[in-house]
């Protein structure tokens, strides 16, 4: 079954952490982006030089600004981080959980193009990876159960709980499933 925060009707394709632990309880969303290009049996991932997930490699995104659609924000944000412009289709969703935080409900995009020159900047240091070589050790925990769907165009929709320790995120529990009715309006613009 679903975890709460995700649609009813997807299907498990991985879950980790013990099912006697709760899930964490609701409390606001705040909403962010994370964009992918996939080309050439390669990924552009960004090595992150600051803020949250400081010192991993991710996707290219940050927060929905008021007025924006997460579409808006993640052209902006791919603009912002690396330099370029691509035909962003969403891909999937992911609802980040600490607690004592606001929820992060990330909508996650995928090209296989773009136009532009990749370039690094303050937040982000743009690195091509092949897909057999995708640097999990360095990534967020949960990426490796719903980055390999998003490299095969299965939509997908997941939820990571984590625990702040020491200033660390620790992941405490995840589940990723697949449907092919995922997501929401993305042409709705963020009010707050
Ligand atoms: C398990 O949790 C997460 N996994 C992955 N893969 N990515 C995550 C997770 N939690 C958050 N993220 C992504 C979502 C965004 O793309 C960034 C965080 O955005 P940031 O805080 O850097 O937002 P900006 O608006 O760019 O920040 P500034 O205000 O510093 O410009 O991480």
Request: avoid cysteine; charged fraction near 25%; aromatic fraction near 12%.
């Amino acid at each position: 079954m679903s975890p709460p925060g995700l649609p009813s009707d997807l299907r498990e394709v991985a879950a980790w952490g013990s099912s006697s632990d709760d899930w964490f309880p609701p409390a606001e969303i705040r909403y962010y982006t994370n964009a992918f290009i996939v080309k050439d049996n390669r990924i552009l991932l960004g090595y992150k030089k600051r803020g949250l997930g400081i010192h991993k490699y991710n996707g290219f995104g940050g927060k929905v600004e008021p007025s924006e659609s997460p579409l808006d924000a993640a052209q902006r944000e791919l603009q912002e981080e690396a330099g370029i412009t691509a035909p962003l289709a969403h891909a999937g969703t992911l609802l980040f959980v600490v607690p004592g935080e606001k929820w992060a409900h990330i909508d996650i995009f995928r090209a296989e193009d773009y136009t532009g020159a990749i370039t690094e900047s303050d937040e982000m240091r743009p690195e091509w990876f092949d897909q057999d070589n995708v640097p999990f050790d360095n990534m967020w925990e949960s990426d490796r159960h719903w980055l390999p769907l998003l490299l095969t165009n299965q939509r997908f929709s997941a939820r990571a709980d984590f625990v702040k320790e020491g200033g660390q995120y620790v992941p405490r529990r995840w589940w990723v499933g697949i449907s092919e009715t995922i997501g929401h309006n993305l042409s709705q613009k963020v009010t707050k």
